[in-house]
């Protein structure tokens, strides 16, 4: 009977978020924005999330003039799907109606290398090429196993030594990308104005002042202050209640 009841409550919840986003869809067209975003929101309260669902929320507050849940939902989205080019547009669009212009340190070296080649596919692309793979490494060991030719035993050797590099590959990647998205902590600024200390505390030394809308990196906390790093590579305290984590 539990598992009766609750089945029917995670129908229900599939229903309504359904339902929410389909009626965020019909009042965005209509132009009512305010109520797109609350009908959407009812989504993200029945526990369901979607790049789609962060990208409309995006546009709504873009239409509605609002810098920070702007970016915010749009940097959601690219958690979900880094390749979405429809998010990244928008988001280029939004950042241009930021006031703080915060240069961005270009990566340089092996590290540079090894990210870009890492971040072409989310983690979890990774894994199911490193799957793929396997599978593949299983299919050309029974070949090896049960070829009776001595050239086909040789061709299919050759293939499972290619597919194990390329299967330790993945699988590195994999991993690598996982380390990075779990230790990258990036957070929106959503105070209108907020001073960034030396120190976590209101007497500190102002370092910065940062606008709505700025992307900054969370290193660690310390009771109401974080300590935050610009794309730029300052690092200072700001108060916890002045910026929103995207993940």
Known sequence: MKNIVYIFLLLSQIFLAQTGFEKGNELYQKRNYNEAVQAYKSVLDAGKESEELYFNLGNCYYKLNKVAPTIYYY????????????????????????????????????????????????????????????????????????????????????????????????????????????????AIVFAEISDVKSEPQKLGATIVTLHEGTKVFVKEMVGNWKKIQLTDGTEGWIEKTAIKEVK
């Open 75 to 186: 940097e959601k989205a690219l958690v979900l799907n880094p390749n979405n080019t429809d998010v990244q547009n928008n988001l280029k669009f939004a950042q241009k109606r930021t006031i703080d212009e915060i240069k961005e340190v270009p990566k340089v070296g092996f590290n540079k290398l090894l990210r870009d080649f890492t971040g072409i596919y989310h983690y979890n692309t990774w894994a199911w090429i490193s799957i793929a793979f396997s599978v593949l490494f299983l299919c050309f060991f029974v070949g090896y196993y049960f070829s009776p030719l001595a050239f086909n035993k040789r061709i299919f050797f050759f293939g499972m030594f290619v597919l194990a590099s390329l299967l330790f590959v993945t699988i590195l990647s994999a991993f690598f990308e996982k380390s990075h998205f779990n230790n990258e902590k990036p």
